[in-house]
């Protein structure tokens, strides 16, 4: 044993390496613990263990090392850092655990890893795991493999990669072993499962029996998509929603959704292992290949198809293999050997896939062309070829290729084509097949089909049938319009017959995979074009030219197809031309320079060079710039010229004259000869050097400039930056920005590459010289009129104060046009064309929009995204949605490869959730501006559903919708949207939202379109239907779209479509159209030449999709809405001009439109705070006044000016009402997207709206109103809070308008008075209300009196400021108003405080004039009758009160008396005053009327017809006590309100479920356990259960006490329930127990109830019979350490002693087996260990006191005589330890105490203090102190002693009566004896009984009458004094021997009643309501509440009749109301003796 101690006191880190076994595995243990207790997984105890966690699993024990698995599973699972230990520990378990015998070993190895995987790495336990399968011990390999499949089984097939285990697979089913065999075949079974036939090619060669055996297993295998059933601790919300779906039997849908993920995901391809070819090949194939002889070249071709034959090839350089096949294909002779290459091609494309994309474009036309051929099989081949090549690349990038050889002579050829076409078109989606395809497509397929060759019309028209079954009629008909209809029903009839690929013999898997990528590469093209084009145009210059054409922008629909191709040219020469012609020089050597130089320059001019005579230099200077000005360009060596000028001094010239002349001429060889980039590598640095000089500073930028004229300007701009920001001088650095800044206006923008620059300037921007940063902002300013806003996008992160410099320079920008460019070569072409001009304009735009850098996001859309956006669960859509947005954020542009977003967009745009919808719509929003004009491809499938969100009921969401759409339109064009009948049908949908939306939105886009699809006509009809719309707001718009559908379709065609219409409404709308017409617009003129530029603002382009400048125009919706409004008035005319006129009227509107986009709240950072400051300074006025004059208004808006746009400003201070309505249209539309920039300008805005009420117009108020809704809406969910100063300077002016005349505005007014109460404290609202009841105004005075009624209704009467008392006076006050409104409000505001405070209100109102009282009373009355009249309308408000009442509450009865009417006018105002949703119940139970009288007649007459059935009374059975009273279950709804709702009133919620937890039904139990859990699980809402702690822990062990005697007695009851109700029971409780705020709450009392309820029930045997009890106990164990640890450490104390104390005394009384005494000191001792930490939060009076109070009632002897000497050993450790911790002082601690000498505890602490000196030799003096006044006290103390004897004769059971005689006798000789310190530190019950009990004795002697005292004292007496036991109280009260009871008793009950029906008691309104029974909590003596509770219950028996009956008859208890309040507690003893005999009626008849 020696030896164990030494190692029991180490630490545990220490015992688990200690060489002994045991220490280790106690180390374990302990370690075990210790992980599973510590609740922060962030804990530094965590990473002490970071190193010994591998020896855990590999200890040598094989006993420890199980236990040390376990505490390493504990590890995994709770540390945040184990993932560092995964590699070790995982190698530990292969290892040194899969070896070994025992299964629970292996069974925790697997766990372990599977733990690992779930912490997120999988990666590295694969990687073990497959290491594993080389060991050679078969038992590790199988264990390797079952921990494999296991793991793939639960994960699923995203997160354990397949790839690496199939490789291995073959190899294990060649294994000798039969078990790794078998497990492998399981193994491979499990993967089949995931990947279904991806798996038979890579088993394709193992054993044949063995393939056998898995094709019958695998043919077992469900078809059902397999599902991840465990999740990563990032996937958690992925594991909500399936275990929802397990919930729900799992769903169809799902499943389908899983299964598209999974087959995409896992391709037989993918799994296969690439193999390398190149290196193969034969070495002589290129020669072979180009030989004579056919024979040879075959042989190459045989080599090669061999080769292709892998199906997985490696990347690599395939382009000369490729050229080689493609001349066989091309040039060959020999058919055969065609046909041989062109199956070597299709090898190829199949195994490189995409990959082999690049060589797609060489290879296609050469097919082609080849397919003039005639022989089958070689057709075939070439058909195979271009096949399996199509799937490598796109339709986008082969369709030049293709319609170059539609129209080729060979009818063969033109066949081929169109059925190649025809099979390409059955790859396609609609998506993949835009219109822009279409359209060629069908023009030359339309041709086809009018073709002479038969084949050729047969293939044409598949071709089409099959583009018309992909696309849809929709899409292709419009290109069909001009086809018969013979030939038309001919390609329906193809249509039909097409079956798309789906169907098709390619495969699924293939097929989808191949889907996807083939939208990303059509989409992502404009990106890489211009790489791709210089790259490729060596090689292929004529397609080039063409792709780039379609590539480079302007959509190719646009004009005729030559202009297109034309300018299409000219764009790619803009960015190629250069590239072309440019001169390529080698460097020349200074020799070569010089002899070159010498042969153009005058000898003495390059003597004189380096002259040191600076007169000579500049001669020699002017010498050189006369020979350079007459020397020919082709002459001119430029590169000698310039080294000539570099040699020394060079750019280092000191004169300055010199330099000057030495600039000059470089910039003349620039722009005279062919100036070279090598040439101005040469000079650039010198002029860099010199840009910042003061005299040669203009020189050095002339030269650049012609540099960069011939040099191109991208190109020379780069190179000048990097140098200007690679040396050091400021002044150079600013004067190139300050160069390139003008030379992009004079050279245009096109090429620049926009992102290096930006790296640079973002650079300059944080110099610290002011003009490097100036110059760089103006840059930037010159950047924006080419680029857009989205420039700013780059700088998003720079400090505010330079974001707002930035924007203030792009502001000015804003309205400009870029300049047309004046030099560089691009412009030497522009075609003549207007048309043209416009295309040119747009490509240039589009060039910006394409040089920003797009991002490819595909591969972060993965497919576990797009599921959480689809999830069941709101909140992980949400994250989602989030998700998404973060990943658009952080790429800024993106190319338009999106994957599976745009679907699972679209499914959240008819969101249930209106928060999720606006998310998506700015996601929607966001991705247009990302994306740019490729968004165009989504218009159908994503655009068309936003529109249709214009037809939701909420303003906000149809707003946001509006700007989404207005957002794409910028994009996208118009086109997109009006082609086809989507919006038509839009149309049709009878929604008015719907339509006066769209309606207003086509009015404002139509005006400025050129020309519109035919399809606009389709629209008519129900536009028409819109002009007779019910609803006046359709009709409205209809009528001012009318004018602009005219404009386009004509007035012919729109009276003709009026044929359909009714007679009638025929008649109107020709009306109509004929007004119409006089209004007609006319529609724009192309832009003029010279405003090209304007254009990009004005109207008529506005919509050019990639016009990078039309982002300048903010949002459009705001830009017209004046325009339509001036056009409205007048006549429409100047709407005429507005549209025409070109240039002239376009550049003021610009103005005016543009500065509309942006922000409207600018953030300005602190300004809040500053305002606040300046106006308590009284530096500004304070905003006060009756009306507001005019230098507030004046002092407001200078306030505003720095924080609101300046636009919205004019708009807010106009002197015109509707500005004002405008204004707050646009403030409500930016409320959801600027919330941040409301907040800070809030105090402001609410200071406008102030104003506001000032206004006279109705409109503007109610708009007011309406944004003041919204605004408190998006506050409270914001959680923000008003300051005081928001507060004071609204909130009066608010209450003036709820006197408003207008019963709607008086309606708002209340609600934003209700909302505020969530944003702004009730109690500081209440003085405001208040004063608004002094108006002169009576309906304000009215309503102000009904608010204050509902405030104290919701929140009870602590709102009342500044007190209650002066509240209610002045409330009282205005009974006696003159106006009855006023009158009835004030009574029924006092009725409503009445309900709440009960008759306590009499005294608070103070004296009433007579006739004032008696309304009061007489209402009150009328009140109590009848529950559903008005005045009772704040009763059913559920206040707070209800914190007072009892757990019981959960029996709260329903009504059926009152009638409906009455009940929804209940409901309705319940819903006015609050969204309470407490649904039925709760408001019925509190209309109940007040007084209590409970209906005894009723009860004694009715006999029950239903009974239910109770366990029996045994008067006699002690533990009836603790049988649960079972009262009928409440008929309401178990299911209660759900805390998320709940933002006012959170308490009386909280209540209400509480008091369920207590409730016999188990479900309902578990239910609001469960809903108080979740509240507890999330911080934000967990505060709110603070102060219910001790109410819900008393609900909670009466449940446990309910369980142990009746649920589990009960044969019937599942014992599965049971398990349920207690897992629910103690999860919660653990929940609670880790958030020590919470924990902290809980009182002694309560503590001492709760271990006891835990400790009985880890003692009841019956659980160890259950399934899972054991588990059940291991969680009880784990609840009792929470409690333990995290419970206020001083209570806790307190409540084990007290505990001890009563189970000894059970013990000594009961001989009840000691367990229980055993288990409470292993808790007592637990919490010895824990004094050193907490001994300083301790509070040792009482402590001590409560162990004074032990040994008194159990002296040393006493404890002695104990049979187990835990008891005496308990208290001494406990004592030695508080000594050791605190020494001497502890003596001062004995303060509570106040007859010390009733116990040993003095003398005790003496002897251990004295003890412990002198063992350490030396006594402090403080302690001699000590010693001698323990003395002095000791001698005194002597008196008392007498009394203390007699105090504890009444205490103890036996000799009660003893004692109190003997006290009688002792007060009578010593009258001055002070008994008070014996009775003061006992509870009010003991005191109350001592006295009664001395006047019964005084009465008795003194022979007053005999009244036979009751021995039934009251137990919660008992529980004070003598803390009995919990199993010993005295059976019931009374009754048992025959003995009267006095009134207490009843009035006892009667307490109990009151609770149980919700009523509170008097003015108990502690927070923990049963504790609060007891009369004095704050005194440290414990009154259990159970010993409390019991006498309660007793009584509670009794009255169970009662309950029946009330239950049973529900009719008349209703109508006279259950529990309700007594009017005076006096009245019942009075009438005490009625009321016995009745209850024993109800006995009797019960018997």
Known sequence: MGDDSEWMKLPIDQKCEHKLWKARLNGYEEALKLFQKIDDEKSPEWSKYLGLIKKFVTDSNAVAQLKGLEAALAYVENAHVAGKTTGEVASGVVNKVFNQPKARAKELGEDICLMYIEIEKGEAIQEELLKGLDNKNPKIIVACIETLRKALSEFGSKIISLKP???????????????????????????????????????????????????????????????????????????????????????????????????????????????????????????KIEAKKWQERKEALEAVEVLVKNPKLESGDYADLVKALKKVVGKDTNVMLVALAAKCLAGLATGLRKKFGQYAGHVVPTILEKFKEKKPQVVQALQEAIDAIFLTTTLQNISEDILAVMDNKNPTIKQQTSLFIARSFRHCTPSTLPKSLLKPFCAALLKHINDSAPEVRDAGFEALGTALKVAGEKAVNPFLADVDKLKLDRIKECAEKVELVYGKKTGGAAEKKEGKPVAGKAAALPGPAGDKETKDAATKPGPLKKTSAVKAGAPPKKGKPATAAGTGGAGAKGKKGPETKEIFESELSIEVCEEKAAAVLPASCIQQLDSGNWKERLACMEEFQKAVELMERSEMPCQALVRMLAKKPGWKETNFQVMQMKLHIVALIAQKGNFSKTSAQVVLDGLVDKVGDVKCGTNAKEAMTAIAEACQLPWTAEQLVAMAFSQKNPKNQSETLNWLANAIKEFGFSGLNVKAFISNVKTALAATNPAVRTSAITLLGVMYLYVGPSLRMFFEDEKPALLSQIDAEFEKMQGQTAPAPTRGISRHNVGGVDDGEEEEQEEVGNDVVDLLPRTDIGDKITAELVSKIGDKNWKIRKEGLDEVTSIINEAKFIQPNIGELPAALKGRLNDSNKILVQQTLSILQQLATAMGPNIKQYVKNLGIPVITVLGDSKNNVRAAALATVNAWAEQTGMKEWLEGEDLSEELKKE??????????????????????????????????????????????????????????????????????????????????????????????????????????????????PTSAFADDLGSNNMESKPDLKKAKAGGLSSKTKGVQGKKVPSKPNLKEDDDKSGPIFIIVPNGKEQRMKEEKALKVLKWNFTTPRDEYI??????????????????????????????????????ESEKDGVISCLDLILKWLTLRFFDTNTSVLMKALEYLKLLFNM??????????????????????????????????????????????????????IMEGTKSKNSKQRAECLEELGCLVGSYGMNVCQPTPGKALKEMAAHIGDRDNTVRNAALNTIVTVYNVHGDQVFKLIGNLSEKDMSMLEERIKRSAKRPSSAPVRQAEEKPQRTQSISANTSMIRKGQAEDMSSKLKIMYRTYRIQNRNVGNHSETAHTVPREFQLDLDEIENDNGTVRCEMPALVQHKLDDIFEPVLIPEPKIRAVSPHFDDMHSNTASTINFVISQVASGDINTSIQALTQIDEVLKQEDKAEAMSGHIDQFLIATFMQLRLIYNTHMADEKLDKDEIVRLYSCI??????????????????????????????????????????????????????????????????????????????????????????????????????????????????????????????????????????????????????????????????????????????????????????????????????????????????????????????????????????????????KKYSDADIEPFLKNSSQFFQSYVERGLRLIETEREGKGRIATSTGISPQMEGTCVPASTHTVSSSIGNTNGEEVGPSVYLERLKILRQRCGLDNAKQEDRTPLTSLLSKPTLPTVASSTDMLHSKLSQLRESREQYQHLDLDSNQTHSSGIGTTLASPSSAAANIDDLKKRLERIKSSRK
């Open 1194 to 1231: 004046e002092q407001l808006k200078t306030q505003m000016s720095t924080c609101v746009a300046k636009w919205l400003q004019d708009e807010m201070f106009h002197a015109d009402f509707q500005h004002h309505n405008k204004a707050l249209t646009v403030m409500i539309e930016h409320l």
């Open 991 to 1104: 929604n008015p939202f719907l339509r006066q939306e769209l309606l207003g939105w086509l009015a404002e886009k139509l005006p400025a379109l050129r020309s519109v699809p035919s399809d606009l006509l389709l629209c008519v009809p129900h536009l028409y239907s819109c002009l007779e719309d019910r609803n006046g707001d359709v009709r409205k718009k209809a009528q001012d779209a009318l004018p602009f559908f005219m404009m386009h379709l004509g007035f012919e065609k729109m009276a003709k479509a009026t044929g359909k219409l009714k007679p009638t409404s025929k008649d109107q709308v020709l009306a109509m159209l004929e007004k119409a017409k006089a209004n007609m617009p006319a529609k724009p003129a192309p832009p003029a030449k010279a405003s090209s530029r304007v254009v990009g603002g004005a109207a008529p382009a506005k919509f050019q």
């Open 1275 to 1328: 506050l409270s969910q914001e959680e923000y809070h008003l300051t005081e100063n928001e507060a004071s300077s609204f909130i009066p002016y608010l209450i003036l308008k709820v006197g408003e005349p207008k019963d709607v505005i008086r309606k708002d007014v209340r609600a934003i008075l209700n909302r505020m109460c969530l944003i702004y404290p009730a109690s500081k609202m209440f003085p405001f």
């Open 1626 to 1867: 103690i999860g919660s409780m653990i929940t609670l127990f880790q958030i020590e705020s919470l924990a902290r709450e809980a009182s002694t009392g309560v503590l001492k109830d709760l271990m006891h309820g835990l400790i009985t029930l880890m003692l009841d045997s019956r659980i160890e019979d259950l399934e899972e009890g054991e588990q059940v106990i291991r969680s009880v164990n784990l609840l009792v350490v929470k409690v333990l640890e995290k419970s206020d450490q001083t209570n806790i104390l307190s409540a084990l002693l007290v505990l001890l104390q009563d189970s000894l005394l059970a013990t000594a009384n009961l001989e009840v087996a000691p367990k229980f005494s055993e288990l409470v000191m292993k808790c007592l001792w637990r919490m010895v260990r824990l004094l050193p930490e907490t001994i300083n939060s301790i509070n040792l009076d009482r402590i001590l006191l409560d162990i004074h109070i032990f040994m008194k009632v159990f002296p040393k002897e006493k404890l002695k005589q104990c049979k187990s000497e835990f008891p005496i050993r308990t208290l001494k450790t406990l004592l030695h330890t508080l000594c050791k911790l605190k020494g001497p002082k502890i003596l001062d601690h004995l303060t509570m105490i106040d007859n010390k000498n009733e116990s040993e505890l003095e003398a005790h602490l003496c002897r251990v203090m004295k003890h412990s000196m002198d063992q350490t030799g030396k006594a402090d003096k403080d302690t001699e102190k000590g010693a001698s006044r323990i003395e002095e006290k000791a001698s005194k103390a002597k008196v008392n002693d007498i009394l203390a004897e007699i105090f504890k004769k009444i205490g103890s059971k036996e000799n009660t009566k003893e004692g109190l005689a003997e006290l009688y006798e002792y007060k």
């Open 165 to 287: 285990i199939i490789k291995v697979l073959p190899k294990l089913f060649e294994s000798r072993e039969k078990a790794v065999r078998d497990e492998a075949k399981l193994l491979a079974v499990e993967i089949y499962r995931w990947i279904r036939d991806a798996l038979r090619p890579p088993l394709q060669n193992i054993n044949s029996v063995q393939l056998k055996e898995l094709e019958e297993e695998w043919i077992k295998v469900s078809s059902a998509a397999p599902k991840q059933t465990r999740f990563l601790r990032s996937q958690q919300e992925l594991k909500a929603k399936f275990e929802q779906q397990q919930g729900l039997g799992g769903d169809a849908d799902g499943g389908d959704d899983d299964e598209e993920e999974a087959v995409p995901q896992v391709d037989a391809y993918e799994l296969l292992e690439a193999v390398e070819i190149l290196s193969k090949l034969p070495k002589d194939f290129y020669e």
